[in-house]
């Protein structure tokens, strides 16, 4: 008995409170809805590239750290910083709005960092076992780094969507 009579109270203030809101709105009065979330406020190029060599220098001591982690490998990694280093502010001038400049600041930010922390953090037995499948993912980020130098220094437009669309499946 006791439950009905909560409900019933429960759904009359409900019910009220809606008649009320619309009677406000009715007549006019502004009733202040939920704060809308602003979006985040964007950092200048020039923050977001310096936040890009931050996540680059902490991987690259991080391999640099690892006393188990193979010379070639810690080359082929430095090589594809090396390459972002060159290509991300390039992109972040000439072809700020495109997909695949944001593609680019995302290996940059994300995807190298996560494929090699992950590498990292797995016992020697499991490295062993992972170590195909690890050089197979840097290598096709060093591909991928090497072909959009290519597409800047030639002003290949046209490749953009492709090479955006490959990178967001493949490492997204």
């Known amino acids: 008995m006791t439950m009905i009579i909560a409900v019933t109270l429960f759904l009359a203030a409900v019910i009220t409170f809606g008649l009320v809101m619309k009677k406000l709105r009715a007549a006019g009065i502004k009733v202040p809805e939920a704060p809308v979330a602003s979006p985040v406020p964007s950092t200048s190029p020039e923050e ?24 070639e490998m810690i080359l082929k990694i430095e090589e594809i910083i090396d390459d972002l280093k060159t290509i ?59 072909r959009s130098r290519d597409i800047i220094e030639s002003n290949e437009t046209a490749e953009f969507k492709t090479m955006a669309h490959f990178l967001a499946g493949k490492f997204s």
């Open 48 to 71: 977001e590239f310096k936040e890009i060599l931050n996540v680059l220098l902490k991987l690259n001591l991080m391999i640099r750290k690892d006393m188990d982690f193979s010379e």
């Open 88 to 146: 991300i502010p390039a992109m972040m001038e000439r072809y700020p709005g495109e997909s695949l400049t944001y593609e680019i600041k995302k290996i940059g930010l994300s995807h190298l960092h996560k494929a090699v922390k992950e590498f990292l953090d797995l016992s020697g037995d499991s490295r062993q076992k992972q170590l195909d499948n690890f050089k197979t993912t840097i290598q096709s980020l060093q591909d991928v780094t090497h």
